[in-house]
């Protein structure tokens, strides 16, 4: 048995909270914006930037302060970094995200126009192009700053805190939720651990995202415990949001962040 692996029978409740935090942080920002920003957002010409768009600045603060926490208690996190899964971590990286962008690429190639009905809304091919936009800001500073920000928090602040949670905590706990889960190896295969996790990960996105949530989650599964790194994990994940700020950037699709 490793020394973490001792560590983590020790102290199962600060492994726990190391895990469980960042994505719970992260979250309850998501909340208050969604649940507080309509008692002083102001979408006006006149109204001052940041109260006309709010995630401007809510969207920085929310990662400064999950960074903080991650690295804070990065010596909970097993991360084991090696160049042949890092490789291959790139690769099912871009393989997810292509199945994600796949929807509203194909909104586009078939000229669709207008809010898409039936089957095609339920796979969520659609335009995507209203969201969380950079262009807002003509000061080239600003612009930068938005832009970078929007990067840092999807390529290192989500890839990390949701695969520490998904992958590092909750495969875990689905596997043996009655028991000490955390004598469960990293990466272990069970049932309740792929429906849950990648059901949950589903969730956690807006219902224009499910089917391609669904898709993602079950290949992050199966990297994962093909993997059984950690690292890899968050490095697939991490190329998957960079491919997809790219794209985004690209086609105006901004409905993506």
């Known amino acids: 048995m490793s020394a973490k692996a001792e560590w983590r029978l020790k102290d199962p409740r600060g492994w726990a909270q190391a895990h469980v935090m960042p994505f719970a942080l992260f979250m309850a920002f998501l909340l208050l914006l969604q649940f507080t920003s309509p008692l002083w957002q102001w979408d006006h010409p006149a109204a001052p ?5 709010p995630e401007q600045w809510v969207y920085p603060l929310q990662s400064f302060i999950c960074l903080g926490y991650l690295a804070r208690n990065w010596r909970y996190y097993e991360f084991q970094w090696n160049l042949r899964w890092a490789l291959l971590g790139v690769l099912a990286g871009a393989l997810g995200i292509g199945g994600w962008l796949l929807p509203t690429t194909l909104y586009d190639a078939w000229q669709l126009s207008g809010e898409s009905e039936g089957w095609k809304k339920w796979l969520g091919i659609q335009a995507r192009t209203e969201g969380f936009d950079p262009n807002v800001f003509t000061h080239s500073f600003a612009y930068a700053f938005s832009l970078g920000m929007r990067f840092l928090r999807a390529v290192v602040v989500v890839a990390l805190m949701e695969e520490i949670f998904w992958r590092g905590y909750l495969m875990r706990y689905l596997a043996d939720r009655d028991g000490d889960y955390w004598k469960q190896p990293f990466g272990r295969h069970h049932w309740l651990s792929l429906v849950g996790s990648t059901l949950l990960f589903a969730m956690a996105h807006a219902p224009v995202d499910y089917a391609a949530a669904v898709f993602y989650g079950l290949l992050t599964y199966g990297f994962c415990v093909w ?10 994940h ?9 794209y985004i950037m690209a086609y105006g699709k901004y409905g993506l962040w």
Request: with cysteine; aromatic share 16%; charged share 10%.
């Open 238 to 246: 991490a190329t998957a949001n960079f491919l997809m700020g790219c």
């Open 49 to 53: 930037w940041w109260r006309r768009w």
């Open 227 to 236: 993997s059984k790194n950690l690292g890899a994990c968050v490095i697939m």
